[in-house]
């Protein structure tokens, strides 16, 4: 074959390698590769477009849960309870003017997650140049443990936050908490009562407070952090202050155990003022956990001595079988029982009714409860609330004590004041009800208006007997025990009671409780106010083992400087002199 041939049959094998159009298997084998070819290519595309869509909802869902993070309280489980169960808030709690008694205000606490500590050594001594006090073996035991959370150190300083913060202890974190303050210190300690670390109330109305369902809703989460409506007491903070300087001072004259005072309002029921002391501090409780905190006018028993001769009176001339023009031979002692009782200042002679009173005569008092019995005396006292504990909001209220069985010998002991033992507020409570025409009203914290106040009282003794018990404590507020807490101008009176103390089993001549419960004014009264302290040292003849020596002068130095703040004006006559009202 020539060169020329072989040229041709080369170019139409290589025309048909390319598959013109004129060759004929065009048709069966160029489509389907074609169309296979297409469907491969969406199937890709379908399978691109699939994966962007799940990793643009797998990164919105991931940027919404971080957002929402960011937003959100943090969360961490703890010991007592939600991060808003801690931050929830408590009432203000003000006096009867506005003025504040107890608030919250915003702190921080410390806590460490142990399972993110790297070194537990090198945080224990960190911490310590902040926290010098901590207690390094109880941190570190803390640190290492397994739990996911512990507390370190709560209600931290804003400085003390700040300088933890620069050490950067990975684990290390705070909590934003209440902490309650109290500006008034140890004024009204144990009227408002203080609160636990956790701000739950554990004394005096924080605690009543928490008991009227606070606590309750704190409990299953139910508070919150927005402020709450202020609790409003009926104690005036000015007069309580008054009270606890004299109170003090007192206690520091005659160095005795301790000493205490109320003033109540008779027509209401309101306590204006109450202190026992030693008293503490409620913004440091614990410095006070060994005395401070007993609340000996309400929690705390004691024979009342002759305070107690106003109720044998009162219920003597309640009874109607005494009289205030009646006669009583107060010249022997009364032997019963293998048991003498006699006069402290016997005047050996027949005493009428007002003079038993103003010479405290424990033969004439003891004849009239002889009287009227020993069961109408028993019924009588607890008419007057002073067997049984009194009703009020304040939580530390103690039950008086008094015999098993009533004979002879106890109804006479109990006329004067020996043998039954009641709290000193409940005392001021029924003495309030001798002098405001005969009216037991239960003590109240809270502000009481007068209507309010005659649904909680009942009528104890006849309004006539109110009137002759005001007679007689003016008459021994003038001519008897009581002089020594005459005020010019406000006819203050009442009725001493000096009461030897029970010292292993037996009645010592050496340790005495003196009160003195007192009226003013006495033609009118509007407040009872009582005093008493507590084993007043007579080493320097001072006179203290007297109530007329002790407790009244507090009584004087109390009205002396609250009765104008109170808006009790003076009576005076026409030359300027104190006016004695009679009635």
């Known amino acids: 074959m020539s060169f020329l041939s072989r040229i041709m049959v080369v170019k ?4 048909f390698s390319a598959g013109g159009n004129n060759h004929p298997g065009d048709l069966s084998r160029g489509a389907p590769f074609e169309g296979i070819r297409k469907r491969r290519g969406n199937q890709a595309r379908s399978r691109v477009a699939i994966v962007i869509a799940g990793f643009s909802v797998v990164y919105c869902v991931i940027g919404g849960r971080l957002i929402q993070y960011g937003f959100a309280q943090p969360e961490t489980v703890s010991s007592i309870g939600r991060a808003d169960n ?7 709690i003000l006096d009867r003017n506005g003025q504040i008694l107890a608030t919250d205000i915003r702190t921080v606490s410390l806590f460490a997650e142990p399972h993110k500590i790297v070194d537990a050594d090198e945080a224990v001594e960190q911490l310590a140049t902040v926290l010098p006090n901590l207690n390094n073996a109880d941190i570190y035991n803390k640190l290492k443990s397994k739990s996911r959370f512990q507390w370190l150190r709560r209600q931290l300083t804003p400085k003390q936050q700040s300088e ?31 609160v636990n670390v956790d701000n739950r109330g554990i004394a005096g109305m924080e605690r009543w407070i928490d008991n009227q369902g606070l606590a309750d809703l704190a409990a299953i989460g139910m508070t919150s952090d927005a402020k709450l409506e202020p609790v409003r007491l009926s104690i005036d903070l000015r007069v309580q202050n008054i009270m606890r300087d004299v109170v003090v001072d007192a206690m ?24 026992s002391y030693p008293d503490y501090d409620p913004n440091k409780p614990a410095d006070g956990a060994k005395e401070g905190w007993m609340n000996r006018m309400s929690n705390g028993t004691f024979e009342m001595g002759s305070t107690f001769k106003s109720f044998t009176t009162a219920m003597a001339l309640d009874s109607g079988k005494v009289k205030l023009t009646d006669s009583f031979d107060a010249r022997f002692p009364i032997r019963i029982g293998g048991f003498t009782i006699k006069d402290f200042h016997g005047k050996h002679r027949v005493l009428t009714v007002p003079e038993i009173f103003q010479y405290s005569s424990n033969i004439g008092t003891a004849k ?11 019924e009588f006292l607890t008419r007057m609330g002073l067997l049984t504990r009194i009703p009020t909001e304040l939580p530390e209220i103690k039950m008086p004590s008094q015999p098993k069985v009533w004979k002879k010998i106890n109804s006479i002991t109990i ?31 809270l502000p009481r208006s007068i209507e309010e106040a005659a649904a909680a009282s009942t009528q104890v003794i006849k309004k006539s007997t109110s009137d002759d018990m005001r007679y007689l404590f003016r008459w021994n507020g003038v001519h008897g025990s ?14 001493t009671g000096t009461a030897d103390k029970v010292v292993n089993g037996r009645y010592s001549s050496d340790a005495n409780f003196n009160a003195f419960l007192a009226g003013f ?3 009118d009264p509007r407040y009872v106010v009582l005093t008493f302290i507590d084993e007043p040292k007579t080493d320097k003849g001072n006179g203290a083992a007297l109530a007329g020596n002790t407790a009244a002068p507090m009584v004087h130095d109390i009205i002396s400087r609250s009765a104008p703040l109170l808006g009790v004006e003076p009576k005076f006559g026409a030359d300027g002199s104190a006016l004695l009202v009679a009635y």
């Open 368 to 378: 009239m409860a002889d009287i009227v019995g020993i069961d109408a005396h028993k």
């Open 86 to 92: 801690l931050m929830a808030s408590r009432p203000d």
């Open 252 to 275: 520091a004259k005659f160095k005795s155990l301790a000493a205490g005072g109320v003033v109540m309002d008779v027509k209401t029921g309101e306590i204006l003022a109450m202190v």
């Open 482 to 495: 009581g002089r020594n807490a005459r005020v010019p101008g406000f006819n203050v009176g009442g009725k």
């Open 521 to 523: 004014p006495i033609d």
């Open 415 to 445: 006329s004067f004041g020996h043998g039954v033992s009641t709290t000193p507020l409940q005392t001021a409570v029924a003495g309030g009800a001798l002098i405001n025409g005969g009216k037991l009203i239960e003590p109240t914290f």
């Open 164 to 194: 933890i913060l620069a050490l950067g202890i990975p684990g290390i974190g705070f909590r934003p908490e209440k902490r309650r303050f109290y500006p008034g210190g140890v004024t009204a300690s144990h009227v408002v009562g203080h």
């Open 12 to 15: 139409s094998k290589a025309h």
